[in-house]
């Protein structure tokens, strides 16, 4: 049998492989040491994600606060700018 590809690992460990499949790739990960190694890489760096996420959801927020405040800068700049030309 050919060796399980990331995306079914990764689904596997989701746990959104068909039935079918997830027996079948259970069954060929008791015996094959080299996907074994990849599913367990795998769940290594999912849980380095998760520990991030909150993190990366903070620097997300400041940024698009960031943003609206640079907008708002620019938006009152172009209205200055505006209502000086019209007098």
Known sequence: MSHIDEIELEQL??????????????AHLTTCKECQAKLEELRKTNEEL???APGLQK????????????????????????KDSSD
Do not use: I
């Not at 620097?59 to 505006?82: I, P, W, Y």
């Open 13 to 26: 460990l989701d746990g959104n492989l068909p039935l079918v499949r997830n027996l079948v790739v259970r």
């Open 50 to 52: 998760r520990k991030m």
């Open 59 to 82: 620097l997300n927020e400041a940024d698009r606060q960031s943003e609206a405040s640079t907008m708002g800068v620019v938006t009152q700049m172009f209205s200055h700018k505006a």
